[in-house]
């Protein structure tokens, strides 16, 4: 229900953000692997060149990540002053609507890609994590 009622603007963000979400989720899942992959004993410059490697791929997702967020800031700034607007419209008419009619679908778009971008950062954390465990373990 709440699809229908969210402008072009929105759904394309969203559509953005789950393509994002599958694209980072699957790079983490390529590192995590191949960080179990390395030897148990590899030499310094095999583990060094590894290690950077993974931690440019992390650094790169990392900026994606946070590019994401910051137009899901600029994309639920522009739901809100919709939201607003819609409300003060509302109220010349004769069926006003209510504050939780005009809220929800903001709040339900909000939540939605609040829980996305906090599962990727939660995988991210945990990337680095093991990344910092292979390269202090190893050496």
């Not at 994309?75 to 939780?100: C, G, N, P, Q, W």
């Not at 903001?106 to 939660?122: D, R, W, Y």
Request: hydrophobic content about 50%; aromatic content about 12%; charged content about 15%.
């Amino acid at each position: 229900m709440m699809w229908i009622i969210l402008p072009p603007q929105t759904k394309l963000f969203f559509f953005c953000l789950l393509l994002m979400a599958i694209y980072m989720t699957l790079s983490l899942a390529i590192i995590y692997l191949q960080s179990r992959s390395v030897p148990h004993k590899p030499t310094e410059p095999l583990l060094t060149s590894l290690h950077l490697r993974f931690l440019r791929r992390i650094y790169n997702l990392h900026q994606l990540h946070y590019m994401f967020l910051l137009v899901f800031g600029v994309i639920l700034t522009d739901e809100i002053f919709r939201s607003l607007r819609a409300y003060e419209y509302s109220k010349s008419s004769l069926s006003a609507l209510t504050t939780a009619e005009v809220a929800d679908p903001v709040l339900g778009f909000a939540f939605c890609c609040l829980i996305i971008f906090t599962s990727l950062h939660l995988l991210q954390w945990m990337v680095s994590n093991r990344l910092q465990k292979t390269a202090s373990t190893s050496r």
